[in-house]
């Protein structure tokens, strides 16, 4: 339900900006009506979480106002914006992984009784939060960094839903949702707006942005270039404002000469994540992998990247038998893996984008080791060129990017490192559509240098777009493989839902 005409905004920010080294917001007007949900749209490094950040009290703007209510709004932090009613939740998970759900919620605010921890008074407040967003069958005791991706992002957006709010901001929330859990979160988004709070949603996925919002607003290069209703956008009206050009939507990889198995997997099998799944990676493929989130997808790349061991079963290297005992261990043997966990990659934040994509592990800087900065440099550049990240130069560090153009170096330094095999988990995910178009390119010309790669989406076009074959796994187990020419998306849904038929079915 949009805002009825003539009604007055709840927050109207004007000529808002923000200047580091050179201007990243500019000159932005918008206004913020209650009872509506504005989606904020924008290439990486556009300015969306800038602007949020702004509004949520965590930035000082350079230059414009705001005004709440009628009334001047200047929040000199966070807490201060929370007690104006106005809360965000950030793009990165913020969580304290040691603390459990319940203490992570109220953190701010933790009850004591006799001075100690009053747990039972935490846990029964946490609960009904809990269920809001699909947690409640977990103790709210459970330590946060227990947790899978998606259920840490559900505690980061329950925090949101706490007390009185007017204005809530969501700053990429569905980018490692599945789809149940971003149909709950839709379902509380449209709940707040019906209680008249005004919304803010920031996604890179434009299709939920046609679904759930009332108005579209765009940024690019830090200046706001169009705000309308959203039913007058198509998606590709959408991506034209964002990038300023019509976006490739054609992919051509060429022909290509696929060789045989680089890496295989026989009857491998860990706990009830993965279950007997055998495959074949060809040489010079891309061997895609769809499924629900939970269908043991992540696991079974962690098992053939040492980061898990299997039960049983086994691994074939080019032929030969292959035990990955840890991560190390595989990235010697030439396998890269990129996890869909971006903070546990290990960025060295402070440090330049130089630094990051080169580095060939921890360890060779803490060493101590003389380090070719002219080499360095030049590499980073090549990547920056490639991929497309907007940054200053190599020399900016890490921390300053926006999170999609961190997770581009995340890519850069994988690269760099001149793996045979690449795993890659959701590899475009808070990547830009534009920029998109630019990885799955750069697949090509990794295909090309006879690279194999394996790539895990739930996006099913994207794999459907990009790869030879896809294996469709489902409860654990590998319920289909599909060659491409003969696949069509029914197909690989019913696949992908069928181990979980089962499963129900065996429940009861
Ligand atoms: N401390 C800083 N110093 C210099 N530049 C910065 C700093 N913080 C952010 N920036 C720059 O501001 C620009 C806008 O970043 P912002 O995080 O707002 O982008 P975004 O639209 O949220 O992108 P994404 O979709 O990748 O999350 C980026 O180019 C970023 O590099
Ligand atoms: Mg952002």
């Known amino acids: 339900m949009a805002h009825t005409p003539g009604e007055s905004p709840l927050l109207r920010v004007e000529g808002l900006g923000k200047t580091y080294a050179v201007p990243v917001l500019e000159d932005v007007s918008l206004e913020f009506f209650p009872g509506e949900i504005l989606a904020l749209a924008g290439e990486n490094g556009a300015g969306k979480s800038t602007l949020s950040r702004i509004i949520g009290g965590l930035l000082a703007p350079t230059a414009g106002r705001m005004e709440l209510a009628g009334e001047p709004y200047a929040p000199a932090g966070r807490r201060q914006a929370e007690s104006a009613g106005i809360r965000m939740v950030l793009q990165e998970l913020s969580l304290i992984p040691t603390l459990s759900i319940a203490e992570n919620l109220f953190i701010d605010d933790l009850p004591h009784r006799f001075g100690l921890l009053d747990r039972a008074a935490l846990n029964a407040r946490a609960a009904p939060l809990m269920k809001r967003v699909g947690l409640e069958r977990l103790d709210p005791g459970t330590p946060v960094g227990d947790l899978g991706i998606g259920q840490q992002q559900m505690v980061e957006i329950a925090r949101g839903l706490i007390g009185e709010c007017r204005l809530l901001i969501f700053d990429e929330p569905s980018a490692m949702l599945s789809d149940r859990e971003t149909d709950l979160l839709f379902a509380q988004i449209r709940e707040l707006r019906e209680r008249g709070v005004s919304i803010v949603f920031i996604s890179h996925r434009l299709d939920e942005i046609k679904k759930i919002s009332d108005r579209v607003s765009i940024l690019r290069d830090g200046r706001l270039v169009t705000v309308q209703p959203s039913a007058d956008m198509e998606i590709d009206d959408i991506v034209r404002a964002m990038v300023g050009r019509d976006v490739e939507s054609e992919l051509d990889f060429g022909a290509r000469t696929v060789g045989g198995p680089v890496l295989e997997g026989q009857h491998l099998s860990r706990g009830a994540r993965v279950r007997d799944v055998s495959f074949q990676l060809r040489k010079g493929e891309i061997l895609g992998f769809a499924g629900l989130v939970g269908s043991g997808r992540t696991e079974l790349m962690r098992l053939l990247f040492g980061a898990d061991h299997p039960d049983s079963g086994s691994i074939l290297l080019n032929g030969a038998p292959f035990v990955p005992d840890s991560p190390r261990r595989a990235v010697q043997a030439g396998i890269a893996m990129i996890t ?72 850069a330094r994988w690269l760099y490192r ?64 599909f060659e491409r020419g003969a696949w069509d998306q029914d197909a690989i849904l019913t696949a992908a839902f069928s181990g979980h038929i089962h499963q129900t079915s065996q429940e009861h």
């Open 340 to 411: 869909e966990d971006r903070k546990g990659q290990g960025l060295l934040l402070p440090l330049s984008i130089g630094i990051n994509t080169t580095l060939a592990d921890i360890a060779s800087i803490s060493r101590g080791g003389w380090v070719d900065t002219r080499a360095e440099e030049t590499a980073a550049e090549t990547f920056i060129r490639k991929l497309a990240i907007r940054c200053l130069g190599p020399a900016q560090p890490v921390d300053e990017l926006s999170g999609g153009n961190q997770q581009k170096v995340v890519l």
């Open 418 to 481: 001149d793996c045979d095999i690449l795993l890659l988990d959701e590899p475009t995910r808070g990547i830009d559509i534009g920029a998109r178009y630019e990885i799955y390119a750069l697949m090509g010309d990794l295909l090309r240098d006879g690279k194999s790669l394996i790539v895990i989406s739930s996006d099913l076009r994207e794999l459907m777009l990009v790869c030879d074959r896809i294996c469709v796994m489902s409860a654990g187990r590998l319920a289909a493989v």
